[in-house]
């Protein structure tokens, strides 16, 4: 099996010198000095994308040998990665996946990716942290106009009825002692959008026939209500 170069990172310790001779060495891997009151020892680790098979110390006998042949250093993948909820994979379909390999993933229409949409498969055989799929929201009231994305605009105008994840809308309620408006804020958050419990649904006679007396047609009141 082909292997990445870079990823193979020979160590030989100059202290290690002695009737035993250098350690038994092992590809994409390295051995580094321990210190032992009764003689010399390494301990064995693999490059980045390899995981060790085999015992991770070796000593040397008093007889000048090594207790026992170097372990190995076999590559590390990752298992094919999971589905996210509302959204899909771009990637080829693999039954696994080699180390530093991305792939993609994409949401429904309408769904707002948080978190980055690119994984990767890590060094200890994991896939980095993937996005989630936040849905849009639904806005119920249709017979006011809210401020949107810096317009003021009727409610029924917006496309689908429908506002995305983290967006804002305002409302206006009814400051009833001074007949006039004042705006409250209201946040999509992965499908729930709470409306303002001071906002009042106009009825239908007065949203139709009276307009203009609906209460975001109001002339705002002079100091934001609290």
Not at 90 to 113: D, N, P
Not at 192 to 219: D, G
Request: with cysteine; charged share 20%.
């Amino acid at each position: 099996m082909d292997t990445d170069p870079r990823l193979f990172v020979p160590t030989v310790d100059p202290l290690l010198t002695g009737p035993c001779g250098d350690p038994p060495g092992l590809a994409r891997g390295f051995y580094q000095r321990l210190e032992s009151g009764r003689g010399r020892a390494v301990r064995y680790g693999c490059s980045p994308g390899f995981r060790l098979q085999g015992p991770e110390s070796n000593s040397c006998l008093e007889n000048g040998t090594w207790a026992r042949a170097a372990p190995i250093c076999r590559p590390l993948f990752c298992q094919p990665p999971a589905q996210i909820e509302h959204g899909s994979l771009v990637a080829v379909e693999k039954s696994r996946y080699r180390v530093r390999e991305k792939i993609y993933y994409l949401c429904q229409k309408g769904f707002t990716t948080e978190g980055s949409n690119e994984v990767t498969c890590t060094a200890q055989g994991t896939w980095s942290a993937g996005p989630v799929c936040q849905a849009p929201c639904a806005v119920g009231p249709y017979r006011s106009r809210v401020l949107y994305n810096g317009l003021k605009l009727w409610l029924s105008s917006l496309p689908g009825g429908m506002v995305r994840h983290r967006d804002e809308l305002v409302f206006y309620c009814l400051d009833e002692e001074h007949m006039c408006s004042y705006p409250v804020k209201s946040q999509c958050v992965n499908g729930q959008l709470q409306v303002p419990a001071c906002y009042k649904e106009p009825t239908w006679v007065r949203f139709t026939l009276f307009h203009w007396k609906v209460v975001s047609e109001l002339e705002e009141c002079e100091q934001e209500q609290s």
